[in-house]
């Protein structure tokens, strides 16, 4: 099923209008991934912002939209094999990813692109391990 409107549509709380979620080159929602979905704070219970990428022209979309209208999208088995950040969580294959542990990474770089100097500036980096079910893991700093 595809949204068969273009344009706004308002919150339902007299707010700023939003976007349905699909592409706007395209006009449809049928080749969207879903990148990620946040809380809008102050914003009224129904309404999220979402960022995607549309397969078929490339085009990147982030804007508030109506929870109904993000669902019809989320419901597709497409949407199951990708990343999608979910709030403060990290889904992998529809399932959230688990934390596998913790890394710390040294960063550096030469002082100088000069000479070959031993001494280079270095940061130190913890970060978390998420690890899908289906064995893609990822590093994320804390």
Do not use: W
């Not at 009224?44 to 085009?59: A, F, N, W």
């Not at 597709?76 to 969580?89: M, N, T, V």
């Not at 000479?115 to 990822?138: I, W």
């Amino acid at each position: 099923m595809s949204l068969g409107f273009h344009g706004f549509r308002h919150d339902g709380a007299g707010r700023r209008p939003v976007l349905p979620v699909m592409c706007g080159n395209c006009g449809t929602d049928h080749h969207l991934t879903i990148r990620s979905v946040t809380d809008l704070p102050g914003g009224p219970p129904d309404v999220v912002m979402v960022s995607y990428t549309c397969s078929r022209c490339g085009t990147f979309s982030e804007h508030p939209a109506q929870v109904a209208d993000l669902s019809l999208v989320l419901a597709r088995p497409e949407q199951a094999g990708d990343l999608l950040i979910f709030g403060s969580h990290y889904m992998h294959c529809g399932q959230p990813m688990k934390k596998a542990g913790s890394e710390l990474r040294r960063l550096s770089a030469p002082l100088s692109t000069e000479d070959e100097v031993e001494d280079a500036l270095g940061v130190y980096l913890s970060t978390r391990v998420l690890r899908c079910d289906c064995g893609f893991q990822m590093e994320l700093p804390e």
